[in-house]
């Protein structure tokens, strides 16, 4: 499929739209409603591609409110394709959200905290058709490795988001400690990530970054709820 135009084909860019949030929530509402396999069954057809199944049921839907089948189409919803295939896109948006180090005092927006989680959400539930780069075998693995594995932690991170932003956030107020364990269920969940890394409670502390106040307990609650015996060992050995 070749992702390329003439100047009179309108395209959208999705890095123009206001701020990251609505370029997210853009992105994933696309593959939900099936907006960009639409327009790839399009281009194919442009292109006089083969279309596969659920390519031919996309434009078939779209053919039906045209009033000639022959008739080009320029926009879907009112807004034209996208100027770049929807893993270049993609590419684009999630170094945006990885934020390096973590520090648990700051304020992080919606589209940080929770973007890729929803992004890798609709992938798998809506992404199965779309059009892949060489070498991939699913649409979640278009991201390199070493950017989702980051962006997971990351993920995890968000269950200790606050803390340090008031006095009363900290891990000596007791109501407060169950986020340790949240995170540390999350962790499971991204057992791959913490492997990926070789993660250890030593260079943990250097991709999240607490309070000094409340760094002491969080090794100690890590140490005894994961059995660690040093800040060196694995923890995904523990998971």
Known sequence: MRW?????????DFLEEDGLEDTVGFFADWLVDGTFLAWE?????EQDLPLTSRQKKALGKLLSFNDEEDDEILYIN????????????????????LIEPYRTFDIHGEAECDGWNRIVTALREH????????GVESPE?????????????????????????????TLENPDELCQVDS??????????????FDLTLESLMTRL????????IFVKMMREKLGLSSAQEQIADRL
């Not at 770049?84 to 945006?96: A, H, Q, S």
């Not at 390199?144 to 269950?159: I, T, V």
């Not at 995170?183 to 990926?196: G, H, M, Q, V």
């Open 4 to 12: 390329e135009f003439g100047p009179d084909i309108p395209t959208h």
């Open 41 to 45: 069954a399009v281009m194919c057809e």
């Open 78 to 97: 009112e807004i034209p394709r996208p100027s770049e295939p929807w893993y270049v896109i993609l590419n684009k948006i999630v170094p945006r959200l």
């Open 127 to 134: 992404g199965q058709g779309l059009s892949l780069p060489a």
């Open 141 to 169: 693995e278009v991201v390199p490795a070493e950017m989702r594995h980051k962006l997971w932690l990351q993920f995890c991170f968000n269950d200790l988001s606050g803390f340090g932003q008031s006095d009363e956030l």
């Open 183 to 196: 995170f540390i269920e999350n962790l499971r969940e991204c057992k791959d990530s913490a492997a990926y």
């Open 209 to 216: 970054v607490l309070p000094e106040r409340d760094q002491p």
